[in-house]
């Protein structure tokens, strides 16, 4: 059975930090492209940041950089975000998602599909 199983969210101070964890298992992960993607409430989902399979790549959304860190170890199947500087507007579910080579676009690190996704970790920041 394939599965993404996401934590590490929570309740958080503006300017805190969290670091998320998404295991993997029942597929070989690092056949994949790694993915974090968030919703917040009441809004559609948000691409937040990719990695290729081998980790030697990595992808952020603008608004992003500099704050949010994206890591992998294929060892353990296991994907990171680390969050610093968390502000209110970071309130979502946060996601992971893996995506197949012919699926993701190296130059962008956009996945046309994705083939899994996990359930999802809730991050509120709030004072």
């Known amino acids: 059975e394939v599965q993404l199983v996401e934590s590490g969210g929570g309740l958080v101070q503006p300017g805190g930090s969290l670091r998320l964890s998404c295991v993997s298992s029942?597929?070989?992960?690092?056949?994949?492209?790694m993915t974090w993607v968030r919703q917040a409430p009441g809004k559609g989902l948000e691409w937040v940041s990719a990695?290729?399979?081998?980790?030697?790549?990595?992808y952020y959304a603008e608004s992003m950089k500099g704050r949010f860190t994206i890591s992998r170890d294929n060892a353990k199947n296991t994907l990171y975000l680390q969050l610093n500087s968390l502000k209110t507007e970071d309130t979502a579910v946060y996601y992971c998602a893996a995506s197949r080579l012919w699926d993701f676009d190296k130059d962008y690190g956009r996945s046309s599909q994705y083939t899994y996704w996990g359930q999802g970790t809730r991050v509120t920041v709030a004072s």
């Open positions: 990695i290729t399979w081998n980790g030697g790549r990595t």
């Open positions: 029942g597929f070989t992960f690092d056949d994949y492209a």
